[in-house]
């Protein structure tokens, strides 16, 4: 495998089922992240960890919630979510956080699709 | 707070023409960084190409270049020589200096390249 990976790549569950994302990144980066794409929205950053610390949550409510067992394993609980949840989740990864220095650019998984009945 | 503006929901181009995707951008920084990215209808967002606040001269990547105009605060995506592999959207963001690495993102524009 190379780059970052999600799975599943398409979810659909209930209001009061408990599912888990999964992402993995293989570039040997420190920093990953959680971003949220609804639709005829711009990307919504949600969780930022650096060396499996949480630096930022963007005031994303409790009913997500991440994990980050190690540096190339970053995790999103998912627990009674409400319809408009249902967007695709994207996963992304960088060197860390050296400031301007170089590009540090952040690259991403495919996504996974999800819907909540 | 730092914003981005793609005003053009969507763009069509004959294939083997160049394009120019518009991007402006609105921050109180004087070190930013500047990214393309596209997504096809799989849904990866595909990272193109990067310009820093500080570069003199404009980013290219292969059939990629960037106009980076600061005064104008613009960064336009101009693709050269179209492909239909290239249909996909396109979205412009931003990085600040707080160290936080977090990245603003535009609306995004959806290019159509046509036989």
């Known amino acids: 495998e190379t780059g970052v990976t999600q799975t599943p790549r398409h979810l659909v569950m209930g209001m009061t089922n408990k599912k888990s994302l999964k992402c993995e990144q293989h570039l040997g980066h420190n920093a990953m992240y959680w971003y949220k794409q609804s639709a005829k929205k711009p990307l919504e950053l949600m969780f930022v960890?650096?060396?499996?610390?949480?630096?930022e949550n963007n005031s994303v409510p409790s009913r997500f919630s991440p994990e980050c067992p190690n540096s190339s394993h970053l995790f999103l609980h998912l627990h009674t979510l409400q319809p408009e949840d249902s967007a695709l989740y994207l996963c992304?990864?960088?060197?860390?956080?050296?400031?301007?220095?170089?590009?540090?650019?952040?690259?991403f998984g495919p996504g996974t699709r999800l819907t909540v009945l | 707070a730092q914003k981005i503006t793609q005003t053009q929901p969507g763009m069509f181009v004959q294939e083997k023409e160049a394009v120019t995707l518009d991007c402006t951008y609105d921050?109180?920084?004087?070190?930013?960084?500047l990214f393309w990215y596209k997504q096809p209808s799989s849904g990866e967002m595909i990272f193109l190409i990067y310009?820093?606040?500080?570069?003199?001269q404009n980013a290219t990547e292969g059939r990629y270049s960037l106009n980076f105009q600061k005064a104008r605060k613009s960064a336009n995506l101009v693709i050269s020589a179209s492909q239909l592999g290239d249909s996909a959207m396109y979205f412009c963001a931003m990085r600040d200096q707080g160290g936080s690495e977090k990245l603003v993102f535009g609306k995004g524009t959806k290019l159509t390249v046509n036989p």
């Open positions: 310009q820093g606040s500080y570069d003199e």
């Open positions: 921050t109180s920084d004087q070190s930013y960084g």
């Open positions: 992304a990864s960088s060197q860390g956080f050296g400031g301007l220095q170089g590009t540090d650019t952040q690259y």
């Open positions: 960890y650096s060396l499996e610390e949480r630096v």
